[in-house]
């Protein structure tokens, strides 16, 4: 095994985004105690070919056996170290409203890693307040707080009015990646990654799945 | 072209997701006035192989032109038939606290076609209030409310705890699609689709552009 990131640059978005789905469907196999799987197997998962399994993952590396497969732990583990996520990422959270209280709520960012560690607004009957036992911030608060904490995620949940207002703030404060959830184009600088949340995604799956069951009837 | 749906079970879920990646690309092309895509092009913009955008396409017909490639509005509206989202979707939201006004508020899916006409609530406090110029129902009145607007397509933003009690409802209101944010197992009769929201899917996307904008200083 080989983990060679020189092209890194080169990789597409894609198959960043494939890393995730792999992941997930490496995740359930081990709690189904499989131990190897192999690039056919792991690509019927995911409708993908053998042939683009194993290319998504040359842009990282070799990390198969010959007669084996991937092991399964093992390539869990290198996708955690190529994407990042083999350690705890301290995030901060913009927008206290409703979309960011339910958010602080939301248990799936734990589970692969990311943890809310400050709570910011700019509305005073909501700063000083407690969201599920974190305390809200001023965002003026963001840039010291930021350092201290090693913060450079955010999670952006305010009105889609605000959002590039904020965005310069968050800029200033050293932030890295956002996830946007403000269906507006932020004007970022370059060293800024922004992933926008497009919801109506999973509907369209929904509505596939819905219309099919029709025709089956 | 020609769409055959004859094989229409045997989809994987995974290339009907890339239909949706597919579309969004095809909407892109189409705001900057490209006619025409090659799949290999088209495969590039998702890090996918030409082979790779041509068999998932194959389980749905044939589609592109011989030495033009895909006709962008033509396949656009070729996948929207696909999925479903060739006509305006009613959809029920199912609880209406923090992260069901968020979703009230969301612009995305109108975008996509569908339209939350009908909100639910149980709490006395809320039920007959306005969210968003929408009048929250209470829950015993999904049934004829589903029937009178025709809504198969349900948001289920629930506390965890009552997601499973409140999903019977939903089935016995004739729900055939649940996008649920709710993190946890729900017990559905088969005839019944189910897409589970993972948003730690987008921040492991930023923590790997992080990561890699770390890699490059």
């Known amino acids: 095994m080989n983990t060679k990131r020189t ?20 995740q359930q196999l081990m709690r189904a105690e499989k131990m190897t799987i192999s690039s056919t197997n792991l690509g019927r998962r995911l409708g ?17 056996y010959p007669g084996i497969g991937y092991r399964c732990e093992e390539l869990a583990a290198e996708i955690r170290q190529i994407l990042g996520t083999d350690r705890v990422w301290p995030v901060a ?10 958010l602080l709520g939301y248990k799936g960012f734990k589970k692969q890693g990311f943890r809310i ?8 009957s909501i700063v000083g307040t407690e969201i599920e036992s974190l305390k809200v911030h001023h965002l003026d608060e963001l840039l010291s707080m930021s350092q201290a904490l090693e913060i450079r995620l955010a999670i952006l949940a305010v009105p889609s009015s605000a959002a590039n207002s904020v965005v310069e703030k968050l800029v200033e404060a050293g932030i890295l990646g956002i ?31 819905v219309v099919k069951q029709g025709e089956r009837q």
Not at 12 to 25: C, F, G, I, T
Not at 93 to 102: F, P
Not at 179 to 208: C, H, R, W, Y
């Open 93 to 102: 959270l913009i927008g206290c409203g409703n979309l960011g209280q339910a």
């Open 117 to 124: 560690v400050a709570a910011f607004d700019v509305d005073r």
């Open 48 to 64: 993908l070919t053998a042939a683009q399994v194993r290319k998504d993952f040359a842009y990282f590396g070799q990390f198969g």
């Open 179 to 209: 996830l946007n959830f403000a269906p507006v184009t932020l004007n970022l600088p370059k060293s800024v990654s922004i992933v926008g949340v497009d919801l109506a995604m999973e509907l369209e799956q929904l509505a596939f799945a």
């Open 7 to 26: 092209n890194i640059e080169n990789v597409p978005k894609a198959v960043v985004n494939r890393l995730s789905l792999y992941l997930r469907e490496l």
